[in-house]
């Protein structure tokens, strides 16, 4: 069994896969959360007391670095095998890198476009306080796929590790 693939340990390319969907997923609520503060603080400006219903559509593009977070401890939680991470071949590491992919590019892109959509909503809410029910909507129908990212990255991780773990009698 060949400890490398690619040059790295099985150990650098998971935790690889660990720091990308952070990254990924924190940069892309980072630019998610300031398009939709930009437009909350000039209503805000007007109106302070439209805070309460603009408060949840600023956080919630705040939500892909959550689950880059997630995706990050899993990798140096349960990824890790009992035996140390050694025991990881580099081909091994190389797929949970693989498996961290969908919460990188998905949540750096849907932080993004989840941001610029509450923030149309959140013009709607300045008109009109009443329609925050649907204005929450917009951007939870963008958070979907950020959703779906997150489960196609677990469900990877353990169709790729289980195999593993058998061989090692665990």
Not at 111 to 131: I, P, S
Request: glycine content about 14%; hydrophobic content about 55%; some cysteine.
């Amino acid at each position: 069994m060949e400890a490398t693939f690619g040059g790295l340990s099985g150990m650098h390319w998971a935790l690889l896969g660990a720091v990308v969907a952070m990254i990924g997923g924190g940069a892309g609520s980072s630019m998610g959360i300031t398009y939709v503060a930009n437009v909350a603080g000039g209503v805000l400006t007007d109106m302070p007391e439209r805070f309460g219903p603009m408060l949840p559509l600023v956080v919630i593009p705040g939500t892909q670095g959550i689950y880059g977070f997630i995706t990050a401890v899993l990798v140096a939680f349960v990824m890790k095998p009992s035996s140390g991470w050694e025991a990881l071949p580099g081909w091994l590491g190389f797929l949970i890198f693989l498996a961290c992919l969908p919460v990188c590019f998905v949540g750096f892109v849907s932080g993004m476009f989840q941001g610029l959509t509450a923030a149309g909503a959140a013009g709607m809410v300045a008109k009109r306080r009443e329609e925050m029910g649907r204005a929450l909507v917009l951007p939870a129908l963008v958070e979907t796929y950020a959703v779906l990212s997150l489960i196609i990255t677990i469900l990877s991780f353990f169709v790729i590790i289980r195999p593993f773990y058998t061989s090692l009698g665990i």
